[in-house]
């Protein structure tokens, strides 16, 4: 028989493992570097999403299959989330779900909060040198081009914003060139 005291060391030393293998699995897969600033990988609540403008269209099921297919990152004011730089362009899709950020394009800026017009980015709508950068604490969540396109192809209610966005990023981009683009 097993006395207390050594029952009570074997678990909190199963205990202790377990924490450690929790906190090197977060280490490895729940950060992802922006920049010299750390993006925070963070849960997605349905309920949550459910009021989050970008998503207020999208019935229980549609929010459920978003959740799966996506991506939530916490990131710190100053974080830049995405580079339109030839080398790191990417045609995924950035959602503002809480927070603020700002477009930067020839030294200029463009603010957004989470309800505004540029309340969502795409390296592939944008032209020239850019940076998305956020200016607060703030939640975003990347959903990659082939998830988007799949959401589109299901009838997820996504085309009123993403239209609205496309004329806010034609106006911050308009001043380069169209061979540029």
Not at 56 to 82: F, K, N, Y
Not at 162 to 171: S, T
């Amino acid at each position: 028989m097993i006395s207390v005291t050594r029952a009570g060391r074997i678990v909190r030393g199963a205990w202790l493992g377990f924490l450690m293998l929790t906190a090197a699995c977060g280490q490895q897969q729940g950060y992802a570097q922006q920049e010299g600033k750390t993006m925070k990988a963070s849960t997605t609540y349905l309920y949550l999403l459910r009021k989050t403008p970008f998503f207020t269209g999208l019935d229980t099921e549609q929010l459920r299959w978003t959740i799966g297919h996506s991506r939530e990152w916490e990131a710190q004011a100053g974080t830049v989330v995405a580079d339109c730089s030839a080398a790191d362009k990417s045609d995924d899709f950035w959602i503002l779900l809480d927070g603020r950020w700002q477009v930067e394009h020839d030294e200029h800026t463009y603010p957004a909060g989470h309800a505004d017009a540029g309340k969502w980015f795409s390296a592939a709508e944008a032209s020239g040198n850019c940076r998305l950068v956020t200016t607060e604490h703030s939640y975003v969540m990347k959903i990659i081009h082939a998830d988007m396109n799949d959401m589109l192809s299901r009838g997820f209610a996504f085309e009123p914003h993403l239209r609205q966005g496309r004329g806010y990023y034609a106006k911050v981009f308009a001043a380069v060139p169209a061979g540029e683009r």
